[in-house]
């Protein structure tokens, strides 16, 4: 950053004629830059996180035969507030034919109650792993428990569509 910072301070003492065109094209490279490689990154982590990730193995018989959606959830969490919206429509559209289980972690008193549900359906291992993380969002194969997609606040209804319909593809 500081490298780019340099050569458009060279430039502007350079040529002040030049200074208005360079800056909006350097910007725009180095804006162009930076989100390639945060998309990368993205990418690179989801692979990474959910390459051999599984919740500890199949789940509970009532899960079974559709892909099931869990949202680690948390009433004072804004990223929780900002995927609701997609998550709502997932469940409209995906009614009868996706599992939808919400871990709700808002407080000690919730939390146990989610535990043991968790423990139920065969997501304990998963909730103890996630249970800090609110907004995050899995897609799991309830036959394998094995982790399909993971998402951090991700409110992009596209992502998540594109790997249920791959899912329920499968079943």
Known sequence: MHKHANLLLKICLSSL???GSMVGINSASISAEAESQSSIAKIAQANLSTAKANVGGPLAKELQGKPLVVDVFATWCSGCKNIAPTLSQLKQEYSG???FVVLD???KA???QTEAMAE???LGKFLENNKSKTSTVAIVDPATGNI???YQNNPNKAE???ILKT???KN
Request: charged share 20%; no cysteine; hydrophobic share 50%.
């Open 17 to 19: 004629v030049l200074t």
């Open 97 to 99: 034919k996706v599992n």
């Open 105 to 107: 972690v808002t407080d």
């Open 110 to 112: 919730t939390f146990k």
């Open 120 to 122: 139920k359906l065969g």
């Open 148 to 150: 399909l997609a993971l």
């Open 160 to 162: 998540y569509t594109k």
């Open 167 to 169: 899912a329920l593809a």
